[in-house]
């Protein structure tokens, strides 16, 4: 008797993970190394900080999780490339600007520890994942959303020096904010992030971590990128 032949399943496309703290550089550095691979790009925090702005446009509490578990299964996220870089539609309207703020930022914080929330995006950030490779940029790629990652980065750095980064880059766009207020809204973040029930902030243990302070763009390029080098 004849059997039918056994279908092997396609391995899964190649993902680094680039997980760390607010303002390490993780969307910076995220893009150059997708750009130097030519893979796909996830922004994971862009998802949260859209349930957040969707949230806020409806009025929803913060403090009440029914209703922010319903916000994210019907909150629609799409990414678009232009020449001013990635933009992101929420409801199909362009909140790019709005999801940069940070107030957007502390709205992603309290909904990220909620793990109903996390279970719905779960899947729809793991959909990123297809050839030639993915970037994945977030707070738990490499332990929760991709563990069998083949790469893992941690990107850390001090927080006076975080709190100067995106002092700077709020300033560049002419937003009004304080040093001495970011670096509270920073620290007082990493504590909510670090010490929250599901998927706190901290680095795989398979994860190669990078200390940023004082470091130049390129250079951590290249120390990301040479994390790879071994299995290449």
Same mark, same amino acid.
């Given at each position: 008797?004849?059997? @039918?032949?056994?279908?092997? =399943?396609p391995?899964?496309?190649?993902?680094l993970?680039?997980?760390?703290?607010?303002?390490?550089g993780?969307?910076?550095?995220?893009?150059? &190394?997708?750009g130097? +691979?030519g893979?796909?790009?996830l922004?994971s925090?862009?998802?949260?900080?859209? &349930?957040?702005?969707?949230?806020?446009?409806?009025?929803i /509490? +913060?403090g009440?999780?029914? =209703?922010?578990?319903r916000?994210?299964?019907?909150?629609?996220?799409?990414?678009?490339? /232009?020449?001013? $870089?990635?933009?992101?539609?929420?409801? $199909?309207?362009?909140?790019?600007?709005?999801?940069?703020?940070?107030?957007? $930022?502390?709205?992603? @914080?309290?909904?990220?520890?909620?793990a109903?929330v996390?279970?719905?995006?779960? /899947?729809?950030?793991?959909?990123?994942? %297809?050839?030639?490779?993915?970037?994945?940029?977030?707070?738990?790629?490499?332990?929760?959303?991709?563990?069998? =990652?083949?790469?893992?980065v941690? +990107?850390?750095? @001090?927080?006076?020096?975080?709190?100067? %980064?995106?002092?700077?880059?709020?300033?560049?766009?002419?937003? @009004?904010?304080?040093?001495? $207020?970011?670096? %509270?809204?920073?620290?007082?973040r990493?504590?909510?992030?670090?010490?929250?029930?599901?998927?706190?902030? %901290?680095?795989?243990?398979?994860?190669?971590t990078? /200390?940023?302070?004082?470091?130049?763009?390129?250079?951590?390029?290249?120390?990301?990128?040479? &994390?790879?080098?071994? =299995?290449?």
């Amino acid at each position: 008797m004849n059997s @039918s032949p056994s279908v092997t =399943a396609p391995d899964p496309a190649p993902v680094l993970t680039i997980d760390g703290p607010s303002g390490s550089g993780k969307g910076t550095i995220s893009r150059l &190394v997708t750009g130097r +691979l030519g893979w796909h790009y996830l922004d994971s925090g862009a998802l949260y900080r859209a &349930v957040g702005v969707a949230a806020g446009w409806k009025d929803i /509490d +913060l403090g009440d999780p029914a =209703a922010l578990v319903r916000c994210a299964f019907d909150t629609r996220v799409d990414f678009e490339d /232009d020449e001013d $870089g990635l933009r992101v539609l929420v409801n $199909g309207t362009d909140a790019t600007h709005e999801l940069r703020m940070e107030t957007a $930022g502390a709205a992603a @914080s309290a909904i990220a520890a909620i793990a109903e929330v996390r279970e719905v995006l779960k /899947d729809r950030q793991r959909a990123f994942r %297809r050839p030639p490779g993915l970037v994945a940029d977030g707070r738990d790629m490499g332990t929760v959303i991709f563990p069998d =990652a083949a790469y893992k980065v941690f +990107l850390t750095a @001090s927080a006076d020096e975080r709190a100067q %980064r995106r002092y700077k880059q709020l300033k560049d766009k002419g937003v @009004s904010v304080t040093f001495a $207020g970011l670096l %509270r809204e920073i620290l007082a973040r990493d504590a909510r992030d670090a010490n929250r029930a599901v998927a706190p902030l %901290r680095p795989a243990e398979d994860a190669v971590t990078i /200390d940023t302070t004082g470091m130049a763009i390129d250079d951590v390029v290249d120390r990301v990128l040479a &994390v790879m080098t071994p =299995a290449q």
